[in-house]
């Protein structure tokens, strides 16, 4: 089988079956035979196409099921972080998380690492190494993927790198330490590297597979992630070999030229301000106004691919994301950045709160295309009265919309990222889930910088951050350090919130106030909605007057007497079920 055909169906579902009764799964591979299977490389590459349902989709990091002694699969939601909340609190955002049972995602892991490990182990035994070397390197790449998920969530984690039986004595043994996951995930990632094609040779036939670029933009996000860890805990000498890794890895993708930021060239250009709005929902039937498809986006790196014919999303993305079930925070409203490059307590360009749009004027233009106004007309999925028409916001357009948006309910801030335009049936959407996208490698690069020395140039700033930051945001002025000084900024806080804005919902909030070690100072804040006292919505949303607001009649959902963050929430609980099994687990501090 030569065409990729992941993820449509999942193939070689057999090829791991494991049991529940261990940690580890060590149950043997079912009826197919290794004699008459590792004959060719088809058959590894079609092996190593299990690896790609491992990555992270709208399910992973959309939904959260936090609930109950189970929690679900999405531990990096922005739900359990401080930006957004539901109509119900979310027990890993205010702290009061418990040790589980079982966690799904410990169990998901180690089945995966076993599904790696058996590849590699039959790649040692093949004849001719360089027939298979880039599906020994997607097999690394996807081991270093698990790995570094497991390290996020639990820290040091036991190490298994090899088959194991039932008798293996690692089944007993105790957890490896986080330096010695770390390096493992970077050992492995660089092996993969000089194996894996760059972008612009992979064939039609097999785009979506992981690039050289993909495990250059993973790299980044590892050294920089953990080399944050340990520079805020104190580790200095590891903290910058660590940055000087995220350094050069992240630039290398930027030198390679393999990529780009969509809508600033080629036809995506002509969708002006609205092009991050439009990236996010591009499907290969009209879902913009011109018509570009997903070929024109050369921003994801790597993505969780879907197709309205053969693999739709079927989760309700659009009813889910736009305004209703994701509330978000005035802590997010008020991050956006005016147009002159200043925070809401220092521009004069700022509107205040008066009205319910006043807010949005003269902002950053991420935030009225993330967010939805109050009075605008808007679209989204509903067949003939609901999406777009004409994609040209005339009177056939607008006649067919929802209508204007009102506000007045959940926070009052509301969301339209990940939510279509194009009339289609609930669950029937198809837009990529960015893994790995371009703009996260030059925020990733520019953060490294700033962290290793301490201070970043504004030539570093305009090839990597000022990018990001001006793609829909053409007259803001760039972040300088003229800017930073002469308007009391600190460079710090900016380059977090450059990252904080343009990657919102996409599962980085919660790991990065982690990695900060700001969590014991972000997540005890109440979440608070809109400004209803003095407001226009004392009149627009008069129901609210019964709930709880601040000294300022600023809408709080959740107060500051009602979460928490210990040290220990740094961490998660090793379930206790796997230190019944495996007594030399320990657990994590303060559990």
Sequence with gaps: MKKLIFPYIWLITGLALFSCKKSLDLKPLNEISDADYWKNADQFKLAANEFYTFMASFNTVLADGSEGANPGPAPHSDLRSDLITSGSRNVFSNGSNTIPLTDKRWDTAYSRIRTTNYLLAQAAKYSSPAEISKYVAEAKFFRAYVY?????????????????????????????????????????????????????????ADKGRVSKGAAQAF????????????????????ANALLDTAIFR??????????????????????????LKYMFILENQKSNPLSITKSENKEYILA???????????????????????????????MYLCQDGLPVDKSPMFQGYATTTSEFTN????????????????????????????????????????????SAFSSGYHNQKWASERGLSDNEEAYDYPVIRYAEVLLNYAEAVFERFETISDADLDKSLNLVRNRVNKTMPK???????????????????????????????VDDLKRWKTAETEMPMPLQGIKWKGTAYETRWPSLSTAKMDADGVYIIEDAGARKWEQKNYLLPIPSQQRLLNPNLDQNEGW
């Design 219 to 238: 790299l980044s996000r590892v050294a920089l992630y953990e080399g944050t860890w340990q520079k805020f805990r104190g580790n200095a000498a590891r």
């Design 479 to 509: 972040l300088s350090n003229a800017l930073v000084a002469g308007n009391g900024l600190d460079m710090r806080t900016e380059i977090r919130r450059e990252r904080t804005l343009e990657l919102f919902m996409e599962g980085f909030r």
């Design 148 to 204: 570094f998920d497991l390290l996020q969530l639990y820290g040091g984690v036991p190490l298994i790198d090899k088959l194991l039986n039932v008798n293996s004595p690692e089944l007993q043994a105790p957890r490896n330490t986080r330096d010695e996951i770390v390096d493992f995930i970077i050992t492995d990632l660089n092996a993969a590297i000089p194996d894996l094609p760059i972008e612009a040779v992979i064939t039609a």
């Design 304 to 334: 969780n691919r879907y197709d309205y014919s053969l693999r739709q999303i079927r989760m309700n993305i659009t009813h889910a994301a736009f305004a209703n079930i994701y509330w978000i925070t005035r802590k997010f409203a008020n």
């Design 250 to 275: 992240s630039n290398e993708v930027i030198n390679s030229n393999q990529y780009t930021l969509f809508g600033t060239s080629g036809a995506s250009a002509g969708l002006g301000d609205s092009a």
């Design 363 to 406: 902002r950053d233009n991420r935030m009225r295309y993330t967010m939805v106004r109050d009075g605008y007309y808007h679209w989204d999925n509903e067949i003939g009265l609901g999406c777009r028409i004409t994609w040209n916001g005339d009177a056939t357009d607008l006649a067919h919309s929802r209508g204007k948006h009102n």
